[in-house]
């Protein structure tokens, strides 16, 4: 019985300790297609300080799709939390929007940001957002923290 105790506790610690070495810390290129077949690669640029994101759209292009609810521009800024770490790409659900649509993120203390899907969030427009795990790694953020970030419509 504390054979099969160590076999699941053991792999664990090993993997808590990798934190501290920076296993965990080396640079992540994210690769991943939205639900419109869209598809974004996300990589830190060779000085490691910035994120390079690029989104390819299908067809001719991307932008703002007829019948959204805004126009290109600043949208606002709000509270950015870490959503669903398990749903993939580049995305911010925030109540900000009220249709889904593309655009940009960026966090003014850094001036990092990336192109994110943009998914309407239930409640009033002051409240927080939730942004995927590759959007907060390319702006920099760390996962603990709740950066205010400004929000854009493409």
Known sequence: MKL????????????AACGETGFLNKPVVTKATAPDGTKVVAAPTADGEGAVVIATPPGTGAGVTPGSDAAAGRLG???ASLGDASQGGLWIKTPLVTAPGKGRIVDPATGKSANVDLIPLGGPASGG????????Q????SLTDLPTIEVWRA
């Open 77 to 79: 800024t709000t509270v």
């Open 4 to 15: 099969s105790r160590l076999t699941i506790i053991l792999p664990l610690l090993a993997l």
């Open 138 to 141: 390319a702006l920099g953020a």
């Open 129 to 136: 957002s939730q942004v995927s795990l590759p959007a907060l």
